[in-house]
């Protein structure tokens, strides 16, 4: 988030300066499922508003940064219902292709147990009975941030890490000290601060206002030789029924199995991967490949992130990916979204930001000018 709007502050001539406490992508950022997606499962939430949204934005992004951002058919794979749950899934599939517009990717439809296997061989012992193909896109979460950060250098803006500074928010402007003492002051101040949102503007003395509660989501891959999926596959884990997936990363030489989501109040930093959580995500990987004997000892990679959800209770699998930008005097906070909507959030938050200046910004640029 910080990144896309440094870079669109600049293209849009303001002066910027990017305070980062940690490392560029330390965060969520860097942890995320690397979906560039409108969220298949949201349909059934039915949060159409937000799957239409990020639709629009996978086209853009695809367009913008065609090295960062490439397509990524799915198969939605069903191991247990009947007809109704085959129907809804294969009308859930067209749907997200109708919501995708003149942005959808390929073929969306049901498919047959015999169809999933000519194209997934691999599922050949999976106790599956159907499913639906569908279209996404895979994205690299950390170089995108990268990316808009390269950009954001390239126009004129200091982008300072390891920096911890001291913010004061004044009626007329916003002073933040750095630790060499120097201090900077603008006319605006944003936050962009994921998970760790509620604590900083707590610190910098903004109003309590609880806008982000995080829920946990925990990653493992295997080495593709193990595990040599051709296709990302959406699965309901066999436990609970929550949709997951295994996606193919062969840049990288290897598949993504994915996530948990649980709610947890710990600091992001000393978060850690937990077995029980390991346990869950290879459970649902033994189940659909039980002949390639996968064991946690074919982990090759782990991580965990928390989720900067959008604060409004619910149970976590139900919690909307949507955002809030709030305006406080001359500081904003930008709460909430997805990796896949950040560039859409970004255009909202450096239009308040002119708003807050009290000038007239020239329009965002982001959606047309090439990621470097
Ligand atoms: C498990 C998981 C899977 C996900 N999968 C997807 C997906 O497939 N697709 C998708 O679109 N989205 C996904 N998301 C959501 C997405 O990753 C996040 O919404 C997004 O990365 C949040 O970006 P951010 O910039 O708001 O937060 P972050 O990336 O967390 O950045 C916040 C930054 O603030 C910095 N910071 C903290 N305190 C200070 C301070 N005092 N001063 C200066 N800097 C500070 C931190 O170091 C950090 O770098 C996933 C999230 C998780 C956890």
Redesign the pocket.
């Known amino acids: ?2 990144a896309g709007i440094a870079r669109d502050a600049a293209m849009r001539g303001l002066s910027v300066t990017l ?4 490392t ?6 860097s ?7 409108g969220g298949i499962r949201y349909l059934e939430l039915g949060d159409i508003g937000l799957v239409y949204e ?1 639709l629009h934005e996978r086209t853009t992004l695809l367009a913008i940064a065609p090295h960062l951002v490439r397509r990524q058919p799915f198969l939605f794979v069903m191991d247990r219902g009947a007809w109704w749950p085959w129907c809804r899934v294969g009308i859930g599939v067209m749907l997200y292709k109708l919501l995708a517009g003149s942005g959808s990717l390929g073929a969306h439809h049901p498919l047959t147990r015999k169809g999933i296997l000519r194209r997934e061989p691999l599922l050949d012992h999976a106790p599956l009975i159907g499913g639906a193909i569908y279209q996404d896109a895979h994205g690299d ?1 950390i170089g995108l941030v990268r990316s808009n950060i390269a950009a954001a250098r390239a126009l004129g803006v200091e982008v300072l890490e390891e ?3 001291q913010v004061q928010v004044h009626g007329d402007s916003v002073e933040a000290t750095l630790p060499d003492g120097r201090t900077i002051r603008a006319g605006a101040l944003v936050l ?5 949102t509620d604590e ?1 503007r707590s ?1 910098i003395g903004l109003p309590d206002r609880d806008l982000v509660g995080g829920t946990k ?3 493992i891959a295997f080495p593709i030789e193990r595990l040599p999926l051709s296709h990302a596959v959406a699965l309901r884990h066999p436990d609970d029924r929550r949709v997951m997936f295994c996606v193919p990363e062969p840049e990288l030489g290897r598949v993504l199995v ?2 948990t989501d649980t709610e947890t109040d710990e600091p ?1 930093e000393a978060l850690t991967v937990g077995e029980d959580d390991v346990a869950y995500l290879l459970r649902a990987v033994q189940h659909l490949f039980p002949t390639l004997d996968l064991t946690a000892a074919d982990i090759s990679d782990r991580w965990v ?4 959800l959008l604060q409004q209770g619910g149970s976590e699998s139900s919690r909307s ?1 949507e955002h809030e930008i709030v305006r406080e005097g001359r500081a904003l906070t ?1 709460a909430g ?6 560039r859409e959030m970004a255009e909202e938050a450096v239009d308040l930001v002119g708003e807050v200046l009290g000038r007239e910004l020239p329009p965002c640029r982001t959606a047309d000018v090439a990621l470097p």
């Open positions: 988030m910080g305070i980062e406490k940690r560029i992508g330390f965060g969520t950022s942890r995320s499922s690397r979906l560039i997606h990020a979460d920096t911890d500074a962009a601060l994921g998970p760790w900083v610190a989501g925990i990653h994915g996530t992001p992130g928390v989720r900067p990916r930008v979204g997805k990796l896949t909507t950040y």
